[in-house]
């Protein structure tokens, strides 16, 4: 699995980069999934690439499934008489700005205000929710 954060510069440039990892000769085998979020979430903290795919992502516009890809035969998913192959996936979690966009919208604001952020944790706590 691989993470990777980019600043979108063009439409279809997330759809590219998916495909362009998958198709490198030397890293494409050794990956069966490709994450890409916007290049403000860390790519280092499970939990904000987490975020970003639970807030960003619709499957059937961000989710792309690309089968009989080539793959390292160390694959244990798969049965012995089809290793070599696999099933890859890209998802797109970076902020639909286009689709806003094509609506006249702009996306709602992200709240970075410490107080309202220790109100909610707190709200998460009072419901035995640990985060």
Avoid at 66 to 93: C, F, H, V
């Amino acid at each position: 699995m691989l993470f990777a954060a980019v600043r979108k510069y063009w439409k279809g440039q997330v759809s590219q980069l998916i495909q362009s990892i998958f198709g490198d000769a030397e890293v494409g085998c050794a990956l069966k999934f490709v994450v890409v979020v916007d290049d403000n979430v860390d790519i280092r903290d499970l939990s904000h690439v987490n975020w970003a795919i639970a807030n960003h992502v619709q499957a059937d516009r961000d989710v792309f499934i690309t089968s009989r890809g080539p793959e390292w035969e160390l694959d244990a998913a798969q049965p012995y008489s089809k290793r070599g192959w696999s099933a890859k996936m890209g998802i797109d979690a970076t902020l639909p700005t286009e689709e806003y966009e094509a609506e006249g919208t702009k996306p709602p604001p992200l709240c970075d205000d410490p107080d309202i952020k220790a109100k909610v944790e707190d709200q998460w706590k009072k419901y035995g929710i640990n985060i």
